[in-house]
């Protein structure tokens, strides 16, 4: 959204004096994988995001964190939408002078607990997310533009289950055919558009009715301040690996 928590302020104070539309340009939410996703997406108890890319010159200078991670961060926020109640994370600078790679555990006022991992130090391209709820589980590919819902059989009883017996029927017919005895496997229908175009669509629309923005300035602000904590907390595990290193090497 902007370079620091309080530009970010200033930009919302300014759009609201002058009357004008804000919307920040967090394009995941209109990839048409996770808004294919969105409709079978209840009461989730645990998400896991991955993001990973190969290494950019161009942005070099800004951390993981909010160059790739912050996507994430507003997804998860989006589907979650409960209050942050504990934030856990650690990184590490491997090529340039910013974290290059990040972890973080987000906790959640409802219990729910979102695992958020960057990194743009590989080879190839992933960007996943697997959301599990409390009778199902969701995952989505953004590369492959895929998904898959999988559900829980009507009636499904897990205290009926003799798994010493599907234990040994697994060897001899494989896990997949015993697996849809107590499953439904859905491949998701994700429509086949540019998330850059929905984006700007989105804003046109809200410009020209005054709607809400899909996108607003505060939950803009709430991904950065998630993420500028995230930083913190990397930052601090750092000092403390290093104060922890030998004052000399071989020492």
Same mark, same amino acid.
């Given at each position: 959204m902007t370079s620091s928590l309080d530009e970010a302020r200033q930009l919302i104070d300014l759009a609201q004096k002058s009357e004008v539309t804000l919307q920040v340009g967090h394009i995941e939410r209109f990839n048409p994988v996770i808004l294919a996703a969105e409709p079978y997406i209840q009461n989730p108890v !645990?998400?896991?995001c991955d993001r990973i890319h190969p !290494?950019? !010159? =161009?942005?070099a200078e800004t951390s993981v964190v909010l160059d790739l991670m912050i996507h994430d961060i507003d997804n998860v926020l989006n589907i979650i939408? #409960?209050?942050v109640e504990h934030l856990d994370a650690v990184g590490a600078q491997v090529l340039s002078q910013t974290e290059d790679l990040s972890y973080? =555990?987000?906790t959640f006022a409802n219990g729910c607990t979102a695992v958020v991992k960057s990194s743009r130090v590989a080879? #190839?391209?992933? =960007?996943?997310? =697997?959301?599990f709820c409390t009778d199902a589980y969701i995952s989505l590919d953004f590369v492959a533009k895929t998904g898959m819902r999988l559900s829980l059989k009507e009636g499904f009883d897990r205290d009926t289950i003799d798994f010493q017996k599907m234990a040994s029927l697994e060897e001899a017919q494989g896990a997949y055919p015993l697996f849809t005895q107590y499953f439904d496997i859905e491949q998701l229908n994700v429509a086949n558009e540019e998330p850059l175009r929905a984006e700007l669509e989105a804003f046109l629309l809200a410009v020209r009715t005054g709607r809400k923005p899909e996108v607003t300035g505060e939950q803009g602000y709430q991904a950065m301040d998630i993420a500028v904590r995230i930083q913190e907390l990397i930052q601090?595990? #750092?000092?403390l690996v290093k104060a922890r290193w030998p004052i000399e090497r071989g020492q």
């Amino acid at each position: 959204m902007t370079s620091s928590l309080d530009e970010a302020r200033q930009l919302i104070d300014l759009a609201q004096k002058s009357e004008v539309t804000l919307q920040v340009g967090h394009i995941e939410r209109f990839n048409p994988v996770i808004l294919a996703a969105e409709p079978y997406i209840q009461n989730p108890v !645990f998400l896991e995001c991955d993001r990973i890319h190969p !290494f950019s !010159f =161009r942005s070099a200078e800004t951390s993981v964190v909010l160059d790739l991670m912050i996507h994430d961060i507003d997804n998860v926020l989006n589907i979650i939408k #409960q209050p942050v109640e504990h934030l856990d994370a650690v990184g590490a600078q491997v090529l340039s002078q910013t974290e290059d790679l990040s972890y973080a =555990r987000i906790t959640f006022a409802n219990g729910c607990t979102a695992v958020v991992k960057s990194s743009r130090v590989a080879i #190839q391209k992933s =960007r996943k997310m =697997r959301i599990f709820c409390t009778d199902a589980y969701i995952s989505l590919d953004f590369v492959a533009k895929t998904g898959m819902r999988l559900s829980l059989k009507e009636g499904f009883d897990r205290d009926t289950i003799d798994f010493q017996k599907m234990a040994s029927l697994e060897e001899a017919q494989g896990a997949y055919p015993l697996f849809t005895q107590y499953f439904d496997i859905e491949q998701l229908n994700v429509a086949n558009e540019e998330p850059l175009r929905a984006e700007l669509e989105a804003f046109l629309l809200a410009v020209r009715t005054g709607r809400k923005p899909e996108v607003t300035g505060e939950q803009g602000y709430q991904a950065m301040d998630i993420a500028v904590r995230i930083q913190e907390l990397i930052q601090k595990n #750092q000092d403390l690996v290093k104060a922890r290193w030998p004052i000399e090497r071989g020492q």
